[in-house]
């Protein structure tokens, strides 16, 4: 679980430099996020991560207290997202599950969170 909470770590420290660089110039976070490929992959990739650890059964809480994720953020408005979905007992249904839950969270970083 540590090295989950280090990956969850690093890509909210980029996530939150950059909605907080966007906030600051006066931009809104959404068009930031939508121009920004790299920022809407981050996102991805730390939605994959958390529904990976939803569907190992990682406890939601020892998540959330060991990689320091903060709330009323859309990192751990995603979280919460992704330990809301139903649990897979099968590797082939939670794989899917995982694609298809990454997938929803790019798309809706792509499209500017309209969703």
């Not at 992959?41 to 809480?61: C, I």
Request: proline share 2%; hydrophobic share 40%.
């Amino acid at each position: 679980m540590r090295k989950i909470a280090a990956i969850i770590a690093f890509a909210i420290s980029i996530m939150d430099a950059s909605q907080s660089g966007a906030e600051e110039s006066g931009q809104t976070v959404a068009s930031d996020r939508r121009d920004d490929s790299i920022s809407c992959e981050l996102y991805g990739e730390a939605a994959a991560t958390f529904m990976r650890s939803s569907q190992d059964g990682v406890p939601l809480s020892g998540l959330i207290r060991v990689s320091g994720i903060q709330r009323n953020t859309l990192t751990y408005k995603i979280l919460l997202m992704a330990y809301e979905q139903p649990r897979f007992s099968t590797e082939v249904y939670q794989r899917e599950a995982i694609a298809n839950f990454r997938n929803g969270v790019e798309l809706a970083c792509y499209t500017g969170w309209k969703n």
